[in-house]
């Protein structure tokens, strides 16, 4: 709705300022009398005319804003009228687009829109003036004439449903016209298999038998009438009917309408109305070639003029034959040889090839065409294929079909199958018995078919390496005497794999340019053809198929013509190639049994089964024979190709236990703790941690990730040249606190490890107070900034990596990623997308940007392992008997009483000032051996005495915080860190060290 200015309107006159005149004549009359001057009295002239001058000033504003306003209104009723032209023209557009006139359909101008589904039979009856649904908002105010303008749209298609029935009156050349119009509009939006037209009179409509709705199959029903002429149409949803006298007009009464089936339309001729069966919803009457009317319409008024749409006699028989020779291509119409149903059986299979020859051909029958069964031949016709179909056409059917008849022509010997499902994985269930079939991959595991796909990279060196080695061009040169069989790769559902794993088009196209000699061949299907399958590797797939597909631009991008958009839904399996000829042949694609699977797939068996083009998944658990033997077979001599051979099938056998070995030193490779999985190049290699290479390494992983099982590896790896720090507050930091002053002494003693293993260091950086936290930063940036000077390295174990630890990060060399809980905390911590996966087994992970297995922790030897974890213990704390000790406490009654229970003497410093009476003790006065308790605040009151005890004895602080030890001690060092509720304590000694001790056994 377009909302209409508002019409400018003249302002009402003001009134004559009568008071504005006549107040100042009255002062001016009053100043004269008092003060006698005649200069008053001037004012009095003025008023009247400074008063008439506003009048006139103010109309001559009126009439200005008036000219104004009416020429913004003038401009804004022209953009109005423009903007309901433009939307006239859409419209219009838009009408004619949906009910193309019929001389447009014999054109050809509107092939695009022939046989596109709709809800009922709509035609044009011509053109003429219809309301265009556009309303204008006035505002209250009355219509004007572009109201009338915006609600009529001219030169618009009078459509009306066809299925009501409808009645022409006229001349009889012209009704004749007008009903071929209607007729070739029927027959252009409702394909064969919908309308049926049969029984046509013997005069004037002979045109019609040309068209491909005489013989087609579909369930209707069609109505003769007198031989004099009419004709009937009817449709599976609607229903036409049309009758026409040529020369001669037939009686159409009541009589011969009786028996009109329900679902039927009619589309009669006569020359009065009164003629007309009865139930014609709309009635036209002809006056001439350029004029029609209205008589009777459920959507237009009575009286309606318009201009009908005509079509002569030549012009419908053209159409015709055109529209059969389409229907024909496209498998439609009449005449169609194809049977709606063939079996895989009934096509006749072939002899089976020997085994022992070279693969020169995959030709083998997939369907059965107008001349016999259609062979299929990716050697001879590929070397890559196309497939398209929408949802319901039968293309899993086809797949299987084709698949199943190259298996049952060719052994495994000779063709392998590689079946890529990314429809779930239900398409090739049946496939999977065949004993040519190398894997069916499914988008059910993204990981694993991403893994197995990245291998066919492999698989490309692995054929050009046996090329070489048997001097061969090709996979058919006797050279190779069928040692290398061909792999047909089949993806269903290309489309979707792109979606998921879209960086691998840049493969599938290097498959699809060298495919060709290396014996690889590419079976791509997809649903949407058209932008889907890139120019790079559609420019190498020579064999096209295309099932019924959505639209045209779909079929034109598989087959090069549009006709595979026109198939009808009633027969699935119905399909067109082309092989390269420049024509497509139409063949019905036949059906595979479960009996045809099984017959072959209970043939003889190959000696061996088929190479597979990748590894299996990583083992788990990986244990110490997993990476023994991949280091005998990586050290072992031979051919790269057979060495990686060799590895995968010896390492994929080991299934025992780890049974344990002794631990190895340090070699040139490093320490082992994994197996690396490297599908690009078909092989699992040892991961190998050398300090000296790799630097530092963190490892972040998930709790219960296998984080800790790797630090046990690589400190069993290192043996006495590793010390593990077990994930406690005080170990920790004692171990940084160590590592620290070892550059103090530039050295490394023989007894302390130069390999630190740090476990969950975020974590007990986050249970340390502040300037603990500040000082272990700088202490381990200086560790890891020097360390590898002197021969220390550090391997820092973290659940997530924190904001205050992100500055450690380059400080490291080496990074292992395993298992973490969200995709942002693995991508913060520096992982790759593609590496992610939640649901990694144990000791899963990635390192180098390749999938890592850890090796299981080694079994024999679980009280060591375990003996790694437990803290050092601090020495217990004694009072001397010839001292009193000072003790401070946060809680002084629960630290008396376990000095208590340890048969120490104890007294309160409360109750020692109360029994000495005295507000100021002396040293000298206090008993020996006497442990003297109270909290921060009361021995800052007794400062003297805390001095001098200090002195000469050691003070204890328990369960103290770092500002009482700051405000008791006056220092400002950090003391070694303390677990909470560990029982530690700290213990300051008259000379000033630091230390902790055990307060309680």
């Not at 005495?945 to 002195?951: E, N, P, Q, V, Y």
């Amino acid at each position: 709705m377009l909302r209409l200015p508002t019409l400018p309107v003249e302002a009402a006159r003001a009134p004559f300022p009568i008071l504005a005149v006549v107040t100042p004549v009255v002062m001016a009359g009053v100043i004269w009398a008092v003060t006698g001057s005649v200069f008053g009295l001037l004012f009095a002239g003025l008023s009247p005319i400074i008063a008439v001058a506003g009048v006139l000033d103010g109309r001559r504003g009126t009439r200005r804003r008036l000219r104004q306003e009416s020429e913004s209104y003038r401009q804004s009723m022209e953009l109005v009228r423009n903007e309901v032209v433009n939307r006239h023209e859409k419209l219009r557009r838009d009408a004619w687009r949906r009910t193309p006139p019929a001389a447009a359909i014999v054109s050809g101008e509107v092939a695009e829109s022939r046989w596109v589904p709709s809800s009922a039979p709509v035609v044009a009856l011509g053109s003429g003036t219809v309301p265009s649904g556009l309303h204008l908002d006035s505002g209250g105010a009355a219509p004007t004439d572009l109201d009338e303008f915006a609600s009529r749209l001219t030169d618009a298609p009078v459509t009306v449903d066809v299925s009501g029935s409808v009645g022409i009156i006229g001349p009889s050349l012209v009704a004749l016209a007008h009903a071929r119009a209607i007729l070739v509009q029927l027959t252009h939006a409702l394909p064969p298999g919908e309308v049926t037209i049969k029984d046509i009179p013997r005069e004037g409509w002979d045109w019609t038998r040309l068209l491909p709705h005489m013989r087609a199959q579909a369930s209707a029903r069609v109505v003769a009438s007198e031989s004099r002429g009419s004709i009937s149409v009817s449709q599976a949803r609607h229903a036409s009917q049309a009758s026409d006298s040529g020369s001669h007009r037939p009686s159409c009464g009541p009589s011969r309408y009786s028996d009109r089936e329900p679902g039927e339309l009619t589309i009669a001729l006569a020359d009065t109305t009164e003629e007309l069966p009865p139930g014609c919803a709309t009635i036209v009457r002809l006056s001439g070639t350029s004029e029609a009317l209205i008589v009777r319409s459920p959507v237009h008024q009575s009286g309606l003029v318009f201009r009908p749409d005509l079509l002569s006699f030549e012009q419908a028989g053209r159409y015709a034959a055109d529209l059969s020779h389409h229907a024909k291509q496209a498998g439609m119409g009449p005449g169609d040889p194809l049977p709606g149903y063939v079996t895989l059986d009934a096509l006749g299979m072939a002899a089976r090839c020997p085994g022992d020859l070279v693969p020169i051909t995959l030709s083998c029958p997939v369907g059965l065409g107008p001349a016999g069964p259609v062979l299929l031949d990716l050697v001879a016709d590929g070397p890559h294929a196309v497939v398209g179909g929408t949802t319901g056409s039968g293309k899993s059917e086809f797949l299987v079909t084709w698949v199943t008849s190259m298996a049952a022509r060719y052994p495994p010997g000779q063709v392998n199958f590689l079946l890529v499902d990314f429809k779930g994985g239900a398409s090739f269930d049946s496939l999977r018995t065949l004993p040519h079939g190398v894997g069916v991959i499914t988008d059910l595991g993204p990981h694993h078919a991403r893994r197995a796909l990245e291998s066919l990279g492999a698989e490309v060196r692995h054929r050009e390496q046996m090329l070489r080695d048997a001097g061969a061009r090709t996979v058919s040169d006797p050279a190779l005497a069928g040692a290398l069989p061909r792999l047909v790769i089949v993806v269903d559902e290309f489309q979707a794999l792109l979606d998921s794993l879209g960086e691998l088009h840049a493969l599938f196209a290097d498959i699809a340019a060298r495919g060709r000699s290396l014996g690889i061949h590419l079976v791509l299907c997809t649903q949407r053809p058209s932008g889907v399958v890139r120019d790079a590797v559609l420019a190498n797939c020579n064999l096209r198929i295309s099932l019924r597909v959505n639209n045209a631009a779909d079929s034109s991008a598989v087959i090069g013509t549009d006709q595979a958009a026109f198939l009808s839904p009633a027969t699935p399996g119905r399909c067109l190639v082309d092989s390269g000829s420049g024509s497509a042949t139409l063949f019905q694609v036949a059906t595979t049994s479960a009996a045809d699977i099984r017959t072959i797939s209970s043939g003889p068996k190959p000696l061996s089964p088929p190479r597979r083009p990748w590894l299996d998944p990583l083992p788990h658990p990986v244990t110490e024979l997993h990476l023994q033997a991949a280091d005998d077979l990586e050290s072992a001599a031979g051919g790269a190709a057979e060495r990686e051979v060799r590895l995968r099938e010896r390492i994929t056998r080991v299934a025992m236990p780890d049974t344990g070995r002794p631990r190895t030193p340090l070699t040139s490779d490093g320490y082992r703790f994994g197996l690396l999985d490297e599908p690009a190049r078909q092989r699992y290699r040892v991961a190998r941690y050398d300090p000296a290479r790799d630097g530092h390494l963190l490892v972040f992983g998930a709790s219960r990730s296998g984080k800790t099982t790797l630090l046990d590896v690589l400190a069993r790896e290192a043996g006495e040249t590793a010390e593990r720090i077990p994930p406690t507050v005080e170990a920790t930091w004692d171990a940084l606190v160590g590592a620290r002053r070892r550059f103090d002494r530039l050295t490394t003693s023989a007894d302390q490890g130069s390999l630190l293993l740090f476990d969950d260091f975020d974590a007990v950086f986050g249970r340390w107070d502040q300037d603990y936290q500040t000082e272990a930063i700088e202490q381990l940036t200086t560790v890891l900034r020097d360390g590898p000077g002197c021969g220390l390295h550090v391997v820092l174990g973290m659940q997530r990596l924190r904001s205050p630890l992100a500055g450690l990060v380059p400080l490291c060399d080496s990074t292992v990623h395993l298992r973490l809980s969200t995709r942002q905390e693995h991508l913060t911590a520096g992982g790759t997308d593609a590496l992610f996966d939640s649901e990694l087994p144990p000791g899963g992970g990635s390192w180098r940007g390749v999938r890592l297995q850890v090796v299981l922790r080694h079994q024999d030897q679980p009280e060591a392992a375990s003996a790694r974890h437990d803290p050092p213990q601090p020495p217990a704390f004694t009072i001397p008997p010839d001292q009193a000790v000072p003790v401070v406490s946060s809680s002084p009654l629960r630290t008396a009483a376990l000095l208590k229970n340890r048969g120490y003497h104890v007294m309160p410093l409360t109750e020692l000032r109360s029994g000495m009476g005295a507000s100021r003790l002396e040293v000298n006065e206090l008993p020996t051996g006497t442990a003297i308790v109270a909290d921060a605040d009361a021995w800052l009151s007794q400062w003297t005495l805390l001095s001098a005890l200090r002195a000469r004895s050691t003070l204890v602080l328990d369960e103290c915080s770092l500002a009482d030890y700051r405000s008791v001690t006056r220092r400002r060092d950090l003391p070694p860190v303390l677990q909470a509720r560990s029982g530690h304590v700290w213990l300051l000694e008259p000379d000033g060290h630091v230390h902790r001790a055990r307060l309680a056994e």
